[in-house]
């Protein structure tokens, strides 16, 4: 809890992150298409700030959103948050069966598609092609739901909404999992055996506030390339 | 019949089932049980979840819904009257959000950790680990309840359900190893609340007894010594 300046807060939305990370990026997003004005505070991944270790003391991990000096933690957390605290362009359905099967694909894209991947990046030989495997099978899993869900009139997870928590957690995809395949030497995407996939990473990547917030290629390749080069040298130094 | 309306597929032993039971009771809602066999799976549980055709899944008016966590917040939302699951405030409810990743994503690979660890280092390494996420946990404790009896206050709620289904679980570790997870000299406050847990209204009926659970584990890891003690989700 924030000591002394509560009072000063009031109101006030900060959210601690980090340029390169999908998580914070998912958090960006989530404030964006409500229309929420947010201070963004650049934390250091080395550095970390009084701030963010006296927010999130258990994991010392951003993203971390402050809203009238309460900090939250964890992206899902703090998305139904922030659905739950401006209450338009609603995220996540109205339904409460919609909205059961959204938190199941959003927690089926966490455990199956996000760690792996993550994992992925940063491993190498057998473990990283155990990881690469279960990424292919799970994007097969996201292929059928793709084109279970979407069609030319319904573009996103969101349905008739347009954009929906599922396609927000999803997201990180159209624009971190190109430089993942770089940069770990794996190949995941595939246009042929994943079209409705690449229909929807395609439109989501048009979505006017989605657009302007993804970052160059190049850049997140260069960055990861060094956080992957980091980890296997500590690892191979054990 | 109104039971119908309500299905739950689940084990006995699974801890993410009892969350569920947990639930239902709390809202007095009538449901029918259906005991699966992990081995067999029925054509119903394959169907229902077929992504991750796990237990538990809850069928309301013929629609399955999957994951402890989804299920948890789906009957709140479905039976919205009295008693409330997750608090009301957005701030209170993404802090038991949080607390319930903690405790699904750390305490619990733990948890199931001390039975895939290998050699007297590595139980000691493992068993450490879950008191130091149980303090952690401890702490949190504090917070939410502010002195009451429950994480929820006076009641118990959603962080009280998703700690209380793995109690049973803590006490086949500590048997299994013998030694104390839940300390009441460490966690004076869980100690005091896993006992008011286990005796509330909507738990003491469908708790798994612990030594029955305990025979089962026994059971389990001298069949398959290799088997990391995976609870289905």
Partial sequence: MASGSVADQEGKVMLLGFWFSPFVKRVEWALKFKGVEYDYVEQELTNKSTLLLTSNPIHKKVPVLIHNGNPIAESLVIMEYIDETWKQNPILPQDPYERAMARFWANFIEQKVTEPARDALLSQGEQQEKKVKELKEAMEVVEGEAKAKLNDKTLFFGGENGVGYVDIVLGWTCNWMETVEEVGGFKVLDPESQPQFHKWMANFREVPFIKPTLEPTEKLVEYFRMLRQARLGLVANK | ?233
Wanted: charged share 25%; glycine share 6%; aromatic share 10%.
């Fill in chain 2, 1 to 233: 019949m109104a039971g119908s309306e309500v299905k739950v597929l689940g084990t006995w032993a699974s801890p993410f089932a009892l969350r569920v039971h947990i639930a239902l009771g709390i809202k007095s809602v009538k449901y029918e049980w259906v005991e699966e066999n992990l081995e067999a799976k029925s054509q119903l549980l394959l169907e229902s979840n077929p992504i991750n055709k796990q237990v538990p899944v809850l069928i309301h008016h013929h629609k399955p819904i999957c994951e402890s966590l989804a299920i948890l917040q789906y009957i709140d939302e479905a039976w919205p009257s009295a008693p409330s699951i997750l608090p009301s405030d957005p701030h209170h409810r993404a802090v038991a959000r949080f607390w319930a990743a903690y405790i699904d994503h750390k305490l619990f690979t733990w948890l199931k950790g001390v039975a895939s660890a290998e050699g007297a280092e590595g139980k000691k390494v493992a068993l450490d680990q879950v008191r130091e996420g149980l303090v952690v946990v401890e702490a949190a404790f504090w917070k939410c309840s502010k002195g009451r009896d429950f994480f929820s206050g006076a009641g118990i709620g959603y962080l009280d359900i998703v700690l209380g289904c793995f109690l049973g679980w803590l006490y086949v570790a500590e048997k299994r190893n013998d030694v104390k997870l839940l300390d009441e000299e460490k966690m004076p406050g869980l100690a005091a609340w896993a006992i008011k847990f286990c005796q509330h209204g909507a738990v003491k009926d469908v708790m798994p007894d612990k030594d029955e659970l305990l025979d089962y584990a026994n059971m389990v890891f001298q069949a398959m010594p290799k088997l990391n003690g995976q609870c289905p989700s």
